[in-house]
């Protein structure tokens, strides 16, 4: 169980476009869903912590208006990408976790997005 | 937030050989886990442990709570086990060390 699907898992888009990265926990519910960013042999650092039904919370330094994050249901969080430049251009990796205790963060397979 | 410092950044062994991997902590968390990062990036978790003591195969972890650090065992390392490890911990969300990069050599 706790199986946590990201798509797309490659995409290159376009100056100025927006891309979408979708987040689906595919076997339970997940109040809470995170998003990260990594950059190549680099950690990995939090960018918002996305909350079923309410507003994502952003960490320090990162961009409200460029990571749209949605939360719209328990199963599904979104990461929009918008106006992307090529220093967005990173591996960005989702990451859920079951209400109850002791359970652990389940990751996603990362999107690595190319920004040409 | 919280700061996570792992040593060793780099590790070189030859197959068969045993290393710990340490994960110290700015201050306490709830959270604590363990992760390999496979080459397409992938994180497979290895251990979920905030404290205690849990073994899977060749591989071992520790966590003292109090002592704010936990260590992974690999005993009898393979070429497979090359890769990244991650330590992360947290209260909520988890926070990142910058990783051990591990080299088995045949």
């Known amino acids: 169980g706790a199986v946590v699907s990201q798509h797309p898992s490659r995409v290159i888009c376009k100056s100025g476009t927006s891309v979408k990265i979708e987040c689906r926990s595919l076997?339970?519910?997940?109040?809470?869903m995170f998003w990260y960013r990594q950059f190549p042999k680099k950690s990995l650092m939090l960018m918002a912590t996305s909350n079923e039904g309410s507003k994502a919370t952003y960490e320090q330094g990162v961009e409200k208006d460029k990571f749209l994050i949605n939360h719209a249901s328990l199963t599904l969080s979104t990461l929009t990408v918008t106006s992307a430049h090529p220093e967005d251009s990173s591996f960005y990796i989702c990451?859920?976790?079951?209400?109850?205790?002791?359970?652990?963060?389940?990751f996603g397979s990362g999107t690595r997005l190319t920004v040409v | 937030g919280i700061q996570v410092e792992q040593s060793p950044p780099d590790l070189i062994l030859q197959e068969g050989a045993n290393s710990t991997l340490r994960c110290n902590f700015s201050?306490?968390?709830?959270?604590l886990q363990w992760f390999h990062q496979n080459p397409w990036g992938q994180l497979i978790n290895l251990f979920y442990i905030p404290s205690g003591t849990k073994q899977n195969g060749r591989l071992s972890a520790t966590t003292v709570a109090t002592e704010r650090y936990s260590l992974l065992y690999i005993s009898s390392s393979q070429t497979t086990d090359s890769g990244v490890y991650f330590c992360?911990?947290?209260?909520?969300?988890?926070?990142f060390g910058k990783g051990t990069s591990l080299l088995v050599t045949p």
């Open positions: 990451s859920a976790t079951r209400a109850a205790l002791n359970y652990g963060y389940t």
């Open positions: 201050d306490s968390v709830n959270n």
């Open positions: 076997d339970f519910q997940a109040t809470t």
């Open positions: 992360a911990g947290g209260v909520r969300a988890l926070n």
